[in-house]
């Protein structure tokens, strides 16, 4: 049998395996802020927490000075005792907002007409006024507001206002001479209100009660007040490190997720809660204890029933949801869970990263402690990897703390000395595309020197592995020539996460036969930044140039066009330079084809196994597509019927399972085959075993296979 002229020609075009976008690949909703450090004030300790009002940031932690941006450390110093207040807008200290408190501030919020500012934590005075644990602050003055004194025990770590009331939590079991375990209210005179639930202790990894039972985090929608920390109960109910209370009355609450998350004692709970009034975000930890999450859960306010899991290794301190993502500070180490980076060996956390709020799929069977989440709805991990550096302050090895923001602002506090290797002690912002500068490109360095091949007639092909881009995550290819660096001779935009590096292959056709050519291959992402690979050459095949008819059909829209006519060792080309043919020994050139004037001739094959002929070898497997057509030309005498062309699953032709099949059978009849779900087959009535030159057509597409072929032609068929 003598074949001639394959081609395959695809709607969407035919992708390489290297070419398909990932499992996990986010929503187009979800976009990110720019991962560009905006210069920010800095301070020399520790941000706990952040709140904005307006234009105003207002930062509490523990740190005695604040510096401009860009000033190295014990420079240019400015007094702020724990407490400090800069413009989101420009990143600079505000220069009338200075309380002192004596001991490190540990959450700050405001009252929701924004006329005063909330501030708990380990203090007993604000600028030498008693205050225990929690005060009120003029957000213009910084001034302790006078009738605003209540006396709180230990440490107050969570603050939520109304109008008309202040909720607390933390670590104290008393206000005033009043028993409050970990929560009290108070109204805006600051009088203790009679609303008084109280968390319970829950018990560590090995079963022994722990000692405390702190509250974290509040998050307050309406008449539901969702409670986080290390908790065992509430009101005597077992709740595992989050649940909800009646803002009113302080009666337990339904909320699903405190049955399913385990964090709970002395080494585990819940650090941070967030919410847009429907969905709150639960930041967990576990350090050795009995919980199940130390990413971040999502769960629907009004019951808790779960929404998705992040599940991620490494702890999660904090949460800002805005513009499709939510933001993380914390310091997750492997997200392959769900689909995200693989842990590495050094270990490398990602001190801030993003999920999407949309769910995209879910969580594996690698869950942390026990198998509660497994098959959970997940997020996507976004392609945001600013560089955070871990701090020493603390004593922790941590980076972020606290995030928080606008909808033009995603903003860390904590105690990381640099960003994105530049000094920025402590705070920094991040804004979106519009306000950002948007420098930050394709990893410098990162493209290796690419791989330049012979692919069909007049064809170089020039393969590279993918670099990245720590805030875009599609990035656009392009192929240079001989020095010019102005006009690419081919671009191709791919999906380019560093978690899964590919092979981006570039082709440039219509060269000269035996020409040699060095090619460069530079990255570039939406906002212009680039890299750059290093030069590579290769040598054109002496090949002709394709024929009149090959250049038609690639005209056309041919995604691989194989003219059968050419070997160069064992090797036939691709005229699109794509997905060259592995040619086995028992395939032989004729001089004469189906196509008048066409020189290359046809492959003559043998009916066995050294006569199969294999695309794309080199390049590794594809997906088989699910619209295409495929065409080609043969000529056989034989009755014992055989595949002409299709897809398998074998680099060798050795197929153990193959579909989308064109083949004759012993009468000489084509067939066209596909399996999805069920077989079909298409057949032809005539039979073409007659010695002639016979074109076929093979569709797959809506609503199913279809199949086409030519009359017989006892000439060469013209072009």
Sequence with gaps: MSVVGLVVAATPSIATAAEQPSAGAPPAAATTVAADGLPTVQIDGVVWSQTVVGTTVYVAGRFANARPAGAAPGTSLVPRANLLAYDIRTGVLVPGWAPSLNAQALTITASPDGSRIYVG???????????RRIAALDPTTGALVPDFRPAVTASVRAIVATADTVYVGGDFNAVGSASRLRLAAFDPAGQLLPWAPGTGVGRNRDGSVAAGAGVSALALVGDQLVVGGRFGSINGTATSGVGAVSATTGEVRPFAVGQRITNQGDDSGVTSLTTDGT???????????PGNAEGVVAARVADGSLVWDADCRG?????????????????????SNIG?????TPR?????????????????????????????????????YPTITPGTFTGQGQAGWSVTGTSEYVLYGGEFPRVNSVGQQGLVRFAVRSLAPNRIGPVAGSLA??????????????????TSDRDDRNLTYSLY??????TPVATQVVDSIFTTPRTVTLHDRGLAPSSTHTYVVRAQDAWGNTVTSPSSSGTVSAEPLPSAYTQTVLADGATSAWPLGFLTGSTSGDATGAAPLTVG????????????????????????ASSRMVAGAAQGARSAPQTFSLELWFSTTATTGGRLAGFGNSATGSNTSYDRQVYLDAAGRVLFGVSSGSRQVLASQAAYNDGGWHHVVASLGPPGPRSGWTASSSAPHPP
């Design 449 to 466: 020197t690419p791989t330049v091949t012979a692919g069909g007639a007049g064809v170089l092909s020039v393969g590279v592995t993918t």
């Design 585 to 608: 020994s028992g395939v032989t050139r004729q001089a004469t084809g189906a196509v008048a004037g066409d020189a290359g001739g046809a492959f003559a094959l043998g009916g066995t």
């Design 279 to 289: 969905t709150v975000w639960i930041g967990a930890y576990d350090f050795s204890g």
């Design 340 to 344: 995200g980076f693989p842990e590495v």
């Design 121 to 131: 934590g380990d203090f007993t005075t604000v600028d030498g006024q008693t205050a």
């Design 481 to 486: 020539r001989d020095g010019d660096t102005a």
């Design 315 to 335: 702890d999660t301190y904090s949460t800002f949801p805005v513009g499709g993502a939510v933001y993380v500070a914390g310091h997750p180490h492997v997200c």
């Design 348 to 384: 490398v956390s990602r001190f801030g990263i993003a999920y999407s709020q949309a769910t995209t799929g879910t969580v594996g069977t690698g869950t942390w402690g026990n198998t509660a989440f497994r098959g959970a709805p997940a997020p996507s991990v976004l392609d945001w």
